[in-house]
């Protein structure tokens, strides 16, 4: 049996409290279904291993995690002590960089019996996979601050979309909304006001679109694109999005789906050269931490695609139809309405897979 190494990176608040149930769930599919798996934990990246060390993760972080075949990641953040800018740029952004784990894949479901805060929706109206540029665009650390402290200060920061860069999401999307019964990719733009890189993702986007024929394939502006989301989610199949419209996408759609502790992803490195991350769409939620009532279903369901990308379908779909179950007639998270505890829910799902 072929043994898959992974890297447990829980992180900090609620990342440590959905990790165990996420590994639970995990555990109980590789159980299930043959699968080898060696966990190997790690203290960072974390902001209390900032704290200490006066950076997120050592140095040689890169050569430490870059034999593992995926890492399983909470959420960083804890923005009393570390400014987020300097927690998220010292980890996660770095590990999407460095690992050029350039598509985000975030899976956006209404399932049944989650309350859903759109009227008239039902199971299925919403269905769809957020496809989000995750290595450049908007998030870019060109630019810099200048005249400091003088009447002429200023910042100035640069958003960067390179071809290869743009046609690889792009690339992506389109042959994932192949896979899909309704071949339908919708494209977020705002060429309107955003005159130099906007009217070029559209470009790329009908240059690419020339390859897959069979494809509808559209584009809406991201203001009326959002509204369209809670007005007629039942429009979307397959979004594409820059770096910063896929992240804020990428909670709208869970919201109106119900709630974001339920929203896995998956930061992709689809050709294999390094390792890919899977970790829920939420981040570190502070103001829940401590409590043992943070939603695991999005840390379970990331173990899911996991699984999946790992080459393990079956297992992936069992986990998934296991959240479901639970979902319907199991306990719940406050978040959803219920009382039960992260643990609760986590071992639930687990005794169902
Ligand atoms: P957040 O996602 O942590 O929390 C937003 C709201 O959703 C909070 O009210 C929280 O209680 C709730 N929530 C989130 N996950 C939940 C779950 N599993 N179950 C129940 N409720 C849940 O976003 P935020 O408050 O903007 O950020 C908090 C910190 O997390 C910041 O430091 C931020 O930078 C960081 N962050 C990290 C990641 C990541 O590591 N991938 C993602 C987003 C935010
Ligand atoms: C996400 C998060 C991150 C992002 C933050 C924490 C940097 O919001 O994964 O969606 O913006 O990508
Ligand atoms: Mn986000």
Not at 84 to 97: E, I, P, Y
Not at 267 to 293: C, K, M, T
Request: net charge negative; proline share 7%.
């Amino acid at each position: 049996m072929k043994v898959h190494k992974i890297a447990v990176l829980a992180g900090d608040g609620i990342g440590k409290e959905v990790m165990p149930e996420g590994i639970r769930a995990v555990e109980a599919a590789a159980k299930r279904f043959n699968i080898g798996i060696e966990w190997t934990t790690f203290e960072w990246p974390s902001c209390e291993y900032y704290l200490e060390h006066g950076k997120m993760m050592p140095d040689d972080w890169k050569e430490q995690l870059n034999g593992y075949d995926a890492l399983f990641f909470g959420a960083v953040g804890w923005p009393d002590t570390v400014p987020d800018h300097v927690s998220l740029w010292g980890s996660l952004l770095k590990f999407r960089r460095q690992f050029d784990q350039y598509i985000n894949l975030r899976p956006v479901r209404l399932l049944p019996g989650v309350p859903c805060p759109l009227a008239n929706k039902k199971p299925g109206d919403i269905d769809m996979y957020i496809v989000r540029e995750n290595t450049e665009g908007e998030y870019s650390s060109v630019g810099g601050r200048m005249f400091e402290g003088t009447d002429r200060e200023f910042v100035l920061q640069e958003a960067i979309f390179t071809r290869t860069g743009v046609d690889r999401v792009l690339k992506f999307a389109f042959e994932l909304a192949q896979k899909r019964p309704k071949k339908h990719l919708t494209s977020a733009t705002k060429s309107n006001g955003i005159s130099i890189s906007m009217p070029y993702w559209d470009e790329r986007v009908d240059a690419m679109g020339l390859n897959y024929p069979e494809i509808k394939h559209d584009k809406y502006h991201i203001d009326i694109l959002a509204a369209r989301f809670v007005l007629s989610p039942e429009r979307f199949d397959v979004v594409v999005a820059s770096n910063l419209f896929g992240d804020i996408l990428s909670d709208l759609g869970p919201a109106c789906a119900g709630t974001i502790g339920i929203a896995p992803s998956a930061n992709l490195n689809p050709e294999r050269r390094f390792p890919s991350l899977f970790e829920p769409v939420h981040g570190s939620a502070p103001d829940i931490y401590g409590q043992n009532i943070a939603n695991p279903i999005a840390m379970i369901w990331c173990g899911a695609m996991m699984l999946d990308f790992l080459g393990y379908t079956e297992a992936h779909d069992a986990m998934v139809s296991a959240v479901e179950r639970c979902l319907v007639d199991g306990p719940r998270t406050p978040d959803m309405g219920g009382t039960a505890s992260t643990t609760e829910v986590g071992m639930a799902i687990a005794a169902i897979i």
